[in-house]
């Protein structure tokens, strides 16, 4: 069973920083594209930031300059640095991946349970 798990919500005041991870496990053969996107209450998801399996990265204007995703291949990981965090920042964080499972398998789309980013003003 594919799973990702996000890790590193939390609380912070305007300004400061958080750094979200999202862990993919399970029976991997490759992971294409990961991305992070975002949810606040009452509003619909919105994509934050993707990144390609060769490290292409895109980011929502509302965030760009602010925050950086990466990745790490060998742990199957993504990663989103978000500085400069701004009270509607607040919302649900969820990471997405695009994974085969094995050779033959077609390429899925995984989510993960989500992570709660609140920023005070």
């Known amino acids: 069973q594919v799973q990702l798990v996000e890790s590193g919500g939390g609380l912070v005041q305007a300004g400061g920083s958080l750094r979200l991870s999202c862990a993919a496990s399970?029976?991997?053969?490759?992971?294409?594209?990961m991305a992070w996107s975002r949810q606040a209450p009452g509003e619909q998801r919105e994509l934050v930031a993707k990144?390609?399996?060769?490290?292409?990265?895109v980011y929502a204007d509302s965030v760009k300059d602010r925050f950086t995703i990466s990745r790490d291949n060998t742990k199957n990981t993504a990663y989103l640095q978000m500085n400069s965090l701004k009270p509607e920042d607040t919302a649900v964080y969820y990471c997405?991946?695009?994974?085969?499972?094995?050779?033959?398998?077609?390429?899925?789309?995984?989510w993960g349970q989500g992570t709660q980013v609140t920023v005070s003003s």
């Open positions: 399970g029976p991997i053969f490759t992971i294409g594209a």
């Open positions: 990144i390609t399996s060769d490290s292409m990265a």
């Open positions: 997405n991946a695009n994974i085969k499972r094995s050779y033959t398998d077609y390429l899925g789309s995984y």
